[in-house]
């Protein structure tokens, strides 16, 4: 059983930045999978970003250059590192996780945190 929780969202220009967290409790953090899922208003679930147990990180077109993904095992936590904010990165933001990455990408894993919201407005 894994529990994920973010922090970091919140009310920001555009142009600027802001840090999302997900920790995550229990055991073997460093055999999964970690996603960032968002969803706006009106619109599907999209990820964002992902890094495999390895190490290797994948980008939506849309925020690659922009935003960056890590994780720190030590901590049992994955960052979405989000620069450049544009209004329609305007979102609730969700973390993911998983011990396939292929259902880490599909959206299909059992576990979720309960979001945060990202607003991007001036």
């Known amino acids: 059983q894994v529990q994920l929780v973010e922090s970091g969202g919140g009310l920001v220009q555009p142009g600027g930045s802001l840090r999302l967290s997900c920790a995550a409790s229990?055991?073997?953090?460093?055999?999964?999978?970690m996603g960032w899922f968002r969803q706006a208003p009106g619109k599907q679930r999209e990820l964002v970003a992902f890094i495999t147990s390895g190490g290797h990180t994948n980008y939506a077109d849309s925020v690659k250059g922009r935003f960056t993904i890590s994780r720190d095992n030590a901590k049992n936590t994955v960052y979405l590192q989000m620069n450049s904010l544009k209004p329609e990165d305007t979102a609730v933001y969700y973390c993911?996780?998983?011990?396939?990455?292929?259902?880490?990408?599909?959206?299909?894993?059992?576990?979720w945190g309960q979001g945060t919201q990202v607003t991007v407005s001036s």
């Open positions: 993911t996780a998983d011990g396939r990455v292929g259902t880490v990408v599909a959206g299909l894993s059992d576990y």
């Open positions: 229990g055991s073997a953090f460093s055999i999964y999978a």
